[in-house]
């Protein structure tokens, strides 16, 4: 929670770096060297070493992607808690026939090269279109890989993916990564034993979460999901609460999707919706991160999110009694941000799908 009303500050964008190719995501490996990693949509992991890029990527895997699809491509990375001793990382990307493909390589004896050959598929999953792929791995504070899968694209989700426990599309999957080949179940998945359903669902009725991160400091995750025509969702629930229905497709944001009666008892509602109508609107939107860095102490625990095609700049926060939520539009920012993304300090970064990295800075704190 906060005691701050973060639409009390001003807020602007340091460039950090540009010139990239349509980047997807931004992490860091853990690991104290202070590096940025930059993924790229054609196939190419870079590494930013103090606003610099490095001249050679860390990976280049760009004759396994598939990226002719807005949506589709090299999607994010996740470095193994362990990443220092192991050099494990994690890559979703959809190959050149569009399906979701998660795999894992171990980086080479040069820390700023990963070694190609060392690569090991985990899971594939079959898209019949070219939307709606989700697209990000990270790894929880449990220590297990999640990855978010959207409902597998065409409007209105045609097969029903995000009610039905029986596709892994539309859902939050949760894997051991560090025991069995090639993964294994965690004995404490909601729908383990279940008849009709998959062992690696942890959470349904999304239709495209592309980008969802952990706070943990308050155990909670949050997660951004587009929407279809009419609202953007944020919804935030406990980290450790498996099983949770979002509600799509019989619910868009806090609206019953197409039927005018629909019955929410038992769904995630969202914390924070808003629509295409409107000036504070948009169209799709782009999560988000918690700050949790040292520039701006007093906007420790909130979590900023912004809608890809306005610029609009939103920010989410507890009140002080920890649990209902406020949220506000408290900028504006002339990107289009494809993704966001924290250094291992805690300081938080937009990528602009034109191919600039910037660090969201805030300031000039003031009474309302």
């Given at each position: 929670m906060t005691a701050i009303d973060p639409a009390t500050f001003d807020y602007a964008l340091e460039r950090i770096a540009d010139g990239f190719s349509r980047p997807t995501h931004l992490t860091h490996p853990g690991d104290g060297s202070g590096r940025l990693f930059v993924v790229e949509q054609a196939g190419q992991i870079w590494i930013l070493h103090n606003g610099k890029r490095l001249s050679t990527p860390f990976l280049d895997i760009r004759e396994r992607v598939g990226s002719r699809g807005n949506e589709q491509g090299l999607l994010s990375?996740?470095?193994?808690?362990?990443?220092?001793?192991?050099?494990?990382?994690?890559?979703?990307?959809?190959?050149?026939?569009?399906?979701?493909?998660?795999?894992?390589?171990?980086?080479?004896?040069?820390?700023?090269?990963?070694?190609?050959?060392?690569?090991r598929v985990l899971l594939r999953i079959e898209q019949p279109a070219a939307n709606h792929n989700g697209g990000l791995l990270l790894f929880g504070p449990d220590g297990y890989l999640y990855i978010g899968t959207g409902d597998g694209g065409g409007a209105g989700d045609p097969i029903n993916a995000g009610q039905r426990l029986d596709t892994l599309l539309g859902k939050l999957l949760r894997i051991d990564v560090d025991n069995g080949q090639p993964y294994t179940i965690p004995p404490d998945n909601p729908f383990v034993g279940l008849?009709?359903?998959?062992?690696?669902?942890?959470?349904?009725?999304?239709?495209?979460?592309?980008?969802?991160?952990?706070?943990p400091v308050r155990e909670l995750i949050f997660i951004a999901d587009v929407g279809q025509n009419a609202q953007e969702e944020v919804n935030v629930a406990s980290a450790q609460a498996g099983g949770l229905n979002y509600g799509w497709r019989l619910m868009e944001?806090?609206?019953?999707?197409?039927?005018?009666?629909?019955?929410?008892t038992g769904l995630v509602l969202p914390v924070a919706v808003y629509g295409h109508d409107s000036a504070t609107g948009g169209c799709s939107v782009t999560g988000g991160e918690v700050y949790r860095g040292e520039r701006q102490p007093l906007l420790n625990g909130v979590y900023f999110y912004a809608d890809f095609c306005t610029g609009n700049l939103w920010a989410l926060w507890a009140d002080a009694d920890g649990e209902s939520w406020q949220h506000a539009l408290v900028s504006r920012v002339n990107i289009q941000t494809t993704s966001f993304g924290l250094d291992e300090a805690?300081?938080?970064?937009?990528?602009?799908r034109a191919g600039g990295v910037y660090r969201l800075v805030a300031s000039g704190h003031r009474d309302r």
């Open positions: 990375v996740a470095f193994h808690p362990q990443y220092a001793a192991n050099g494990r990382f994690f890559v979703n990307y959809t190959d050149t026939r569009g399906n979701t493909v998660i795999a894992e390589y171990r980086v080479s004896n040069n820390p700023d090269q990963a070694d190609p050959s060392s690569a008849s009709g359903a998959l062992p690696e669902i942890w959470a349904y009725g999304l239709r495209n979460p592309w980008r969802f991160t952990f706070d944001g806090d609206q019953c999707y197409r039927s005018a009666n629909c019955d929410p805690g300081e938080m970064y937009l990528l602009d």
